[in-house]
Nanobody, 125 residues
Framework: QVHLVESGGDSVQAGGSLRLSCAVS????????MGWFRQPPGKEREVVAV???????VYTDSVKGRFTISKENAENTLILQLNSLEPEDTAMYYC???????????????????WGRGTRVTVSS
C-alpha cells in the first residue's frame, strides 16, 4: 500500500523560503510520475509541479523560477524547494503519485491516485 507523508510547512514572511518533503513508503519515487499540488483557502486544488521518471518537470506559471521539484531516490522522498515566497502561495500543499504515467506527467489532480494529508504553508506580507 502506498503511503505519503508531507512535512516542512510553516508560517513565513514574504520573500522567505521553505523546503517541503514527501516521505514515501510502499512505492519507489523513481518508478513513475509524482507531483506537488496545493489548495489555497476557499479554492480548488491546483498543480504546483510534477516530475517524471526521467526527471522531466512541469511547473505552473506562477511558481516558475521560484520553486524546484526534485526526487531523493536514496531517501525515497519527493522534495519541493520554495523560494521567494509570496502571500499568494499560502495553501495546503500535497504530494501525490500517478502510477499510470512515467515520462510525461499529467498536471490534472484527478490523474493522481495516491495522496498525502498535506502540509500547510502560510506566507504573510
Amino acid at each position: 500500500q502506498v503511503h505519503l507523508v508531507e512535512s516542512g510547512g510553516d508560517s513565513v514572511q514574504a520573500g522567505g523560503s521553505l523546503r517541503l518533503s514527501c516521505a514515501v513508503s510502499g512505492y519507489s519515487v523513481s518508478t513513475s510520475c509524482m507531483g506537488w499540488f496545493r489548495q489555497p483557502p476557499g479554492k480548488e486544488r491546483e498543480v504546483v509541479a510534477v516530475i517524471g521518471k526521467t526527471g522531466i518537470t512541469v511547473y505552473t506559471d506562477s511558481v516558475k523560477g521560484r520553486f524546484t521539484i526534485s526526487k531523493e531516490n536514496a531517501e525515497n522522498t519527493l522534495i519541493l524547494q520554495l523560494n521567494s515566497l509570496e502571500p499568494e502561495d499560502t495553501a495546503m500543499y500535497y504530494c501525490a503519485t500517478d502510477l499510470d504515467r512515467y515520462t510525461y506527467c499529467s498536471i490534472r489532480p484527478v490523474d493522481y491516485s495516491n495522496w498525502g494529508r498535506g502540509t500547510r504553508v502560510t506566507v504573510s506580507s
